[in-house]
């Protein structure tokens, strides 16, 4: 049957388009694919990591992978720098007020112990490999995610000497490079002994650190 005529115009009418509508790019499985790769890293080493090995254990098709990434190469480090770039809540925890000089201390050491233990895994995974270091150390050098550590430490022992709990004396960028290098061989000093994490070892190593920071900087009491 033909299409109707417009108005005895002898113009038969188009049959009506069907709208077409273009799939948004998927975040969800973007991420899964990057959640398993840091996975992978950490179980396999990146030396034994392949694109068919990662798209069997995400469930997901080789040709998906290589449609976010070129190569194999650029979704490992894209793996890496996302898990060493710490998020906004890491900073906001570490840079917000506390009801003590003590406490902000040892919250901000609990953080920054949490945090190296998420990245050294995946860092000397990167370290071994001579096709993915230089890439991920000009990373590390350009973005400096251990900076904004630093300087969210930072902020937090310049408020607390602009409210009178913090020595005038007191230079706070290096009390933030104690604490966060402290926190460092922690967590270094763990994992060279084979010392599985502990919550509670973590606790009493964040507690000790924070109140001896604090007994050098705090204010004397009025």
């Known amino acids: 049957m033909g299409q109707p005529d417009v108005m005895?115009?002898?113009?038969?009418?188009?049959?009506?388009?069907?709208?077409?509508?273009?799939?948004?790019?998927?975040?969800?499985?973007?991420?899964?694919i990057v959640r398993t790769t840091e996975r992978a890293i950490l179980d396999l080493g990146i030396a034994r990591i392949t694109t068919r090995k990662l798209a069997d254990l995400?469930?997901?098709?080789?040709a998906t992978i290589f449609k976010y990434w070129p190569t194999k190469e650029d979704l490992i480090l894209d793996a890496l720098q996302r898990r060493n770039a710490p998020d906004a809540a890491v900073?906001?925890?570490?840079?917000?007020?506390?009801?003590?000089?003590?406490?902000?201390?040892?919250?901000?050491?609990?953080?920054?112990?949490?945090?190296?233990?998420?990245?050294?895994?995946?860092?000397?995974?990167?370290?071994?490999?001579?096709?993915?270091?230089?890439?991920?150390?000009?990373?590390?050098?350009?973005?400096?995610?251990?900076?904004?550590?630093?300087?969210?430490?930072?902020?937090?022992?310049?408020?607390?000497?602009?409210r009178g709990r913090v020595r005038d004396d007191i230079d706070p960028s290096t009390v933030a490079d104690m604490l966060l290098g402290a926190s460092l061989r922690?967590?270094?000093?763990?994992?060279?002994?084979g010392d599985l994490p502990s919550t509670r070892s973590d606790n009493a190593f964040s507690r000790k650190l924070a109140d001896a920071l604090a007994l050098m900087i705090a204010s004397p009491p009025e």
């Open 58 to 62: 995400a469930a997901v098709s080789e």
């Open 8 to 32: 005895g115009t002898g113009v038969r009418a188009k049959p009506p388009q069907r709208e077409v509508r273009r799939r948004p790019q998927s975040t969800a499985t973007r991420d899964l």
């Open 91 to 162: 900073l906001d925890e570490i840079s917000g007020t506390a009801d003590s000089v003590e406490a902000g201390l040892r919250r901000i050491t609990s953080t920054a112990v949490r945090y190296y233990e998420g990245i050294m895994g995946p860092l000397i995974a990167a370290m071994a490999d001579v096709s993915i270091l230089p890439h991920h150390r000009e990373w590390l050098l350009r973005e400096a995610p251990v900076a904004a550590l630093s300087a969210a430490t930072n902020s937090y022992l310049s408020g607390e000497r602009r």
């Open 186 to 193: 922690h967590v270094v000093g763990r994992m060279f002994r």
